[in-house]
C-alpha cells in the first residue's frame, strides 16, 4: 500500500511517499480502508520538532512516529476476532496514527460510525478539530446557555467548529477573524463578526463570559481585559510564554486562565456524530490535495492562514459526492 513517511525532523520535503506492507490486523484491532485524512497544526508541529524540548518525547535524535496523520474517515475492511462492535463494511470516522496511507489498523479506542449525511472527505475533517473546540468549550470552558463568548481565530479549522459548537450550546457568540473570511464566519451562525484588521477586540470595551483563542496573538492580559471578572480563558494555540504566564496568573486572579491538548475518545466522536446529524455542525473545507500532494498540504497548513480543513483524498477510493469547498 501506499503511505507517507518521514524519518528526521523538518520541512514538508521530508516526507516521502513510499510503498509500505499493508498491515493485518490483530485480535483487538479493526483494518480500515482509508478513503480520506485531513491536515492539523500538530501534524506540522510534529513535523518540525517544535518546540525543540517536545523531542524528549517524540524521540530522540530521530522522530519514533514516522508515519503522519491522524485524522481518518473510511471504511471496515476487517477486524480482529475480539472486535464485536465493528464489522467489514461499515462506514467510519476517527483518529488513529499514520493516517496519511490507504489502509490503516487501529483498535478503535477513538473510532465511530460516520455520521450518515457527510462524505467521507468531511468526515475525515472532523475528529482533532472538533475534538479541541468541544473539549474546550464544554469541558474546560464549562459553556453555558445565554453566555457571551468569543472565538479567536473563527475560520481556521477549529475555529470553524468552535462556532458552530457554541452556537450549539445557544450562546452569544462573537467572532474573530481576517477580512476574506467574514462572509464565511458569519454563515456559520455568529452573532457579530469582528474584523481584525479594522479593530482590536482588546480595546473595544466589550466584556466576554468566555474566550476561546486558537490563535494566541494577544498578549494574556490583553485577553483578561474583555473577560468579565470571573470569565474564562481558553487558549489551544499561541506561544509557550502565554503558557507559563497564565499558570502564575491563575493563583491570584479570579478569572479562569485554562490551557489544555484535546484527547481523542469515542465518546466525543458519537456526541459530534449528532450535532451534524442534527445540522448543527457542519465541516468547512477549504482544500483537497491527493495522498502525493501531503507535503503540500502541509506546507500551507504551516503558513497559519488555512480556511477551515484541508482534506488528503485517497486515489484508490475517490468519493464522487459533491464535496462543498470554500471558495
Not at 467548529?161 to 467572532?175: D, H, M, N, R, S
Not at 473595544?204 to 470571573?230: E, H, K, M, T
Request: with cysteine.
Amino acid at each position: 500500500m501506499k503511505a507517507i513517511v518521514y524519518t528526521k525532523y523538518g520541512p514538508p520535503d521530508f516526507l516521502q511517499l513510499n510503498e509500505i506492507e499493508k498491515p493485518t490486523p490483530k485480535d483487538n484491532e479493526i483494518l480500515i480502508c482509508v478513503h480520506a485524512a485531513s491536515v492539523n497544526p500538530l501534524d506540522w508541529t510534529l513535523m518540525q520538532g517544535r518546540p525543540h524540548i517536545s523531542r524528549i518525547i517524540t524521540g530522540l535524535p530521530n522522530p519514533k512516529n514516522t508515519r503522519p496523520g491522524v485524522d481518518l474517515a473510511g471504511r471496515v475492511e476487517a477486524v480482529g476476532r475480539n472486535v464485536t462492535q465493528f464489522h467489514p463494511g461499515d462506514e467510519v470516522y476517527g483518529a488513529s496514527q499514520g493516517t496519511f496511507a490507504e489502509y490503516v489498523c487501529t483498535q478503535g479506542k477513538a473510532l465511530a460510525l460516520k455520521p450518515t449525511n457527510l462524505t467521507f472527505e468531511q468526515a475525515a475533517a472532523v475528529p482533532v478539530a472538533a475534538f479541541t473546540a468541544l473539549q474546550g468549550l464544554r469541558d474546560k470552558g464549562r459553556i453555558q446557555s445565554g453566555q457571551r463568548v468569543l472565538i479567536n481565530g473563527a475560520s481556521g479549522g477549529v475555529g470553524t467548529f468552535a462556532v458552530q459548537i457554541a452556537k450549539a450550546f445557544e450562546t452569544e457568540v462573537t467572532a474573530v477573524c481576517s477580512t476574506r473570511n467574514v462572509d464565511l464566519v458569519s454563515s456559520l451562525g455568529a452573532d457579530q463578526v469582528i474584523d481584525y484588521t479594522q479593530e482590536n477586540f482588546t480595546q473595544n470595551g466589550q466584556r466576554y463570559d468566555l474566550l476561546f483563542d486558537s490563535v494566541g496573538n494577544y498578549s494574556l492580559s490583553a485577553c483578561r481585559r474583555v473577560l468579565s471578572p470571573v470569565g474564562t480563558y481558553i487558549m489551544v494555540g499561541g506561544p509557550l510564554i502565554h503558557l507559563f504566564t497564565g499558570v502564575v496568573l491563575s493563583r491570584f486572579v479570579r478569572q479562569n486562565l485554562i490551557f489544555f491538548i484535546a484527547t481523542t475518545n469515542k465518546a466525543d466522536l458519537v456526541f459530534m456524530k449528532e450535532l451534524i446529524e442534527a445540522k448543527k455542525v457542519t465541516p468547512v473545507i477549504e482544500k483537497r490535495y491527493a495522498l502525493n500532494e501531503v507535503p503540500e498540504a502541509i506546507r500551507y497548513m504551516g503558513t497559519g492562514h488555512a480556511r477551515g480543513k484541508l482534506v488528503i483524498t485517497m486515489e484508490h477510493h475517490s468519493n464522487t459526492s459533491p464535496l462543498p469547498v470554500v471558495d
